[in-house]
C-alpha cells in the first residue's frame, strides 16, 4: 500500500447489478390484508406493487449475493480481485456475523475484506462515500458496495402505516479508480438523532433486548410516524441537495437526473420542484418495488443505466432512520 | 471537497478516549452463578473480571456517549468540528436508528454525519482502516472512531461457555491527517463467511427473525463455538500480522507493542509467540475487562497511552464474528 507516493484518485461507478424477488404484493393484495385500497396506497405514496423474497431460510444475503453475481458476470470479473464487500442493510441475515462477509464468501472474492453499514435509508448513499474514500486512498482498486434489504422480515402486515410502503431488493455497484475525470465529485451528509423515536424498531438491541413480552407487543416490527418523517424526509433532502448544488456551481439544467431514494413518491416530487427539475429528470421506480431501503439507489441505477452517458451529472438524496440524510453528487463514467 | 487537487494525507490517531461501567463481575460471582471457578477460568482465559453497565435503558450509546466526550475533553475540541461519527457495535441501541446518529447527537456534532460499522470483534479494526481512508481521500479533517459494545446485553448468564468471556465497554479515537509521516500505514484484512456457524447469534435477523420461539429457546443470545473460533483465531491473526510485518520490513525488535484483540490471553500469547515478541511488548487488559468485542482495541491504547511516543511502531490484529480478520500497521503519532 503506498497511497503516500500515490495521487488521489477520483473513484467511479463502473458497474452495476441489481435483484429482486420474483413474488409481487400489490395494492389488490394489500386491500385483502388491512383496511385500505388501491388508490389511497397510489395517490399518498406512489406505489402500486412491492417485490418480497418468499421462502423460509432466505435473507438479505440471498438477494445482495444474486446482484453481486450479476454485476460480476456482467463485468466480466473474477471475484478474487474483489478487495473489499461492503453491505448496507437494516437487516442483516444474523447479528455478530456481518452479512458482508457471507456475501463475499458466497461470490468467491476470496481476498476480501467485508463489512456491513448501517444508516437506514442512507446506507447506501453513505457506503458511496465509503467505497470512493478507500479508492481515493490509493487502498484499494475494486470495492463492491451493495445495498440489501428484506423489509418483509421487519414489517407488521397487520400494520397498514407501513406494510404499504416496503419492500424487498438489492443492488449493487462496482468502484474503481477512474479512468477518466469523471466519478465521485462531493457530498453533504448529516445526522440527528433525536429523530430516532419517529422511526425505529424499539426491541432487538441493547435498550431492550428480545423477550416474551416485546415479541408479544410486536416490538420488533418496524415503527414509523409517517407524518414527522415525511416532513424532515423533504426538508432534509431539499437543503442537503440544495447545498451540492449551489457549492458544486452547478447549472440546473445540465443536471442529468436526481437519485432521489424512494420512500414516497411525494417525498420525490417535493425535492425535484424545490430544485426545478423537471419529471424526466428524476429517477423514479417506487411504483414498483416501494421503499426496499438500502437497495432503492442501486435498483434506480441499474434501471437506468442504459439511458446514462459518461460525464451526465446525478445529484442523490436520501433520508432515513437515525436520522440520517444527506446529498451527493457524482459524475457518471460510462 | 478539492481532494482530487490536494496530495493524500496520512491519516493518524491523534486522541483517545475511553469508558467502562463501574460494577465488575468477578470469577467469584460467577461461580456462584454457573458451574466454574476462578481457577479454571483464569487458566483457559486470563480473565478477572468484566465489567457491567447495570441499570434499565442504557444502552450501547450511553458508554459510547462517554468515551467521546472524555476525548472531546482531554483533547478541548469543539464537538460541532467533528465530521463524521463510526461506531463499530454488535450490540446496537436499536435496529434502524444507527447508535453512531445517537452518539454524534448527543456529543454535540451538529456537523457530522453518522454511521454504524458491524465487523464484530474486527469492528475496530475496519473501522481504523475507514476513518483512514477518509482523512487520506482528503474528504474530512475530524472523524471520530468508537467501538462500542454492552455484550451483557447478548450473552446468556447460564451458557458458561460464553458469560465468563465477555464485558461492556467503549473507546473512541480521533483521526486527523497527520502532521508528522507518522499515522496509517498498512493493512491486511480477510473474511470467510462459512464461519458464522461458529460465532453468531441464531435469531432476531432476516434469517430468523424475532418470535415466540426463538425467546423460549434462547436464539437471542450469543452462541460460540470456543474450539473452533479460538483455533481460526490463532492462525489468522498469527498469519495476518506475520503478512503485514514482511511485507513492510519490520524489524521485530523495532515493534513497540503488538496490539491484539482481547478475546482470550491463549490466543494474544500464541500470536505474540509466533511473532517473537516478548510479553512486555504485548497489550494486555483482558484481565480487568475481558472480550469486549469492539471495544477492545480503543481500551488497549488507552490504557497504554502514556508509554507511547511519537514513531511507535504498533501492529493490530484481530479476529472475530463473521468470520472477520486482519491486522494493521500503525506509527503512533503523539
Redesign the interface.
Known amino acids: ?1 503506498n ?2 507516493n ?3 484518485k ?1 473513484a467511479a461507478i463502473t458497474g452495476l447489478g441489481a435483484y429482486v424477488p420474483k413474488h409481487r404484493l400489490t395494492n389488490a393484495d394489500l386491500e385483502k390484508m388491512v383496511d385500505t385500497n388501491d388508490e389511497w396506497i397510489f395517490a399518498r405514496t406512489g406505489i402500486k406493487e412491492r417485490r418480497i423474497l418468499k421462502g423460509q ?1 432466505k ?2 444475503s440471498f438477494m445482495a449475493i444474486k446482484a453481486a453475481k450479476k454485476l460480476l458476470r456482467k463485468k466480466n470479473i473474477a471475484p478474487r480481485r474483489i478487495d ?2 461492503i453491505v448496507a442493510t ?9 452479512t ?7 461470490i468467491g472474492a476470496v ?10 435509508c ?2 447506501f448513499l ?1 457506503g458511496m ?2 467505497a ?3 479508492i ?4 484499494y482498486k475494486k470495492v463492491l458496495l451493495i445495498g440489501a434489504d ?1 423489509m418483509s ?2 414489517v407488521d402486515y397487520d400494520d397498514r402505516a407501513t406494510c404499504i410502503i416496503f419492500g424487498d431488493g438489492a443492488g449493487a455497484a462496482l468502484f474503481e479508480a477512474s479512468d477518466s475525470d469523471y466519478g465521485w ?3 453533504y ?8 423515536k419517529y ?14 413480552v ?3 407487543n410486536k416490538m ?1 416490527f ?1 415503527y414509523q410516524d409517517g407524518k414527522t418523517v415525511f416532513k424532515s424526509a423533504v426538508s432534509e433532502m431539499c437543503n442537503a441537495a440544495e447545498k451540492i448544488i449551489k457549492r458544486n456551481k452547478i447549472d440546473t439544467n445540465k443536471i442529468a437526473y436526481l437519485v432521489p431514494h424512494q420512500a414516497n413518491k411525494r417525498i420525490i416530487d417535493a425535492v425535484a420542484k424545490r430544485i426545478n427539475l423537471p419529471s424526466q429528470k428524476v429517477m423514479n421506480n417506487i411504483e414498483k418495488y416501494g421503499n426496499t431501503t438500502a437497495a432503492t439507489l442501486p435498483l434506480l441505477l441499474n434501471d437506468y443505466e442504459k439511458k446514462l452517458s459518461p460525464g451526465d451529472k446525478l445529484i442523490f438524496a436520501a433520508f432515513g ?4 440524510w ?1 446529498a451527493a453528487y457524482l459524475t457518471w463514467s460510462y
Chains 1, 2 share one sequence.
Request: charged share 15%; net charge negative.
Open positions: 500500500m497511497y503516500i500515490s495521487g488521489p477520483k431460510h435473507p438479505t473489499m464487500v437494516i437487516t442483516p441475515d444474523m447479528n455478530v456475523a456481518a458482508a462477509a457471507q456475501v463475499a464468501t458466497e481476498n476480501a475484506f467485508a463489512y456491513d453499514i448501517q444508516a437506514a442512507s446506507g453513505y462515500s465509503t470512493s474514500s478507500m481515493s486512498s490509493g487502498r428484506k422480515s421487519i465529485e462531493d457530498e451528509f448529516r445526522s440527528n438523532g433525536s429523530g430516532r422511526l425505529n424498531i424499539k426491541a432487538g438491541g441493547s435498550l431492550l433486548p428480545a423477550s416474551e416485546t415479541v408479544e420488533h418496524l432512520g437515525g436520522f440520517t444527506g
